[in-house]
């Protein structure tokens, strides 16, 4: 399996849309804090629409999309990040690479502070953050876990 990842467009909203409407109904709970239902258009535009407060990527195998993630402005400096990878590509290390590759981008545009709002109960992800960003602070607010942790500045050319 090949998995390539790349900035998400207009032109994958279709894609996109299918990738959404495969997702299991606790998937999808876990990414959107609530059940999708149908897929809406104005969703899918959302999610595909790339502008400076906002970039998207998705994850590919062959043609199919398998992971979406995106990341947006939410204060100057402080940009929040959310991700979903289907079911049947789950543990394979495709969030992180997801992660990684927006993360870079944002810390070359200004970012240095990450925010992250996980359901409590999403212990997958809050597992992540405590392994892979160990200085994150992690505050619960009702059935959320809202987390900050600093961004490395970027590495000069």
């Known amino acids: 399996m090949q998995i390539r990842i790349r900035v998400a467009g207009e032109a994958d909203a279709a894609d996109v849309r299918g990738f959404l409407a495969g997702l299991s109904a606790e998937t999808a709970y876990l990414r959107f804090f609530t059940g999708l239902g149908s ?9 595909v629409s790339v502008s400076p407060r906002q970039d998207v990527a998705i994850a590919l ?16 400096g ?3 990040v959310a991700v979903v990878v289907g079911d049947d590509h789950r543990h394979q290390g495709i969030a992180t690479r997801l992660l990684r590759d927006l993360l870079e981008r944002a810390t070359e545009r200004g970012a240095r502070r990450l925010r992250l709002e996980v359901l409590s109960e999403n212990n997958l ?16 607010d009702g059935t959320t876990m809202t987390g900050f942790a600093e961004l490395p500045l970027p590495t000069p050319a």
């Open 39 to 47: 897929v809406s258009p104005y969703l899918v535009r959302t999610l």
């Open 61 to 76: 195998d062959e043609s199919a999309v398998i992971a979406h993630a995106m990341a947006t402005t939410v204060d100057a």
């Open 78 to 80: 402080v940009v929040e």
């Open 125 to 140: 992800v809050l597992d992540w953050i405590r392994r892979s960003l160990p200085q994150a602070h992690l505050e619960r």
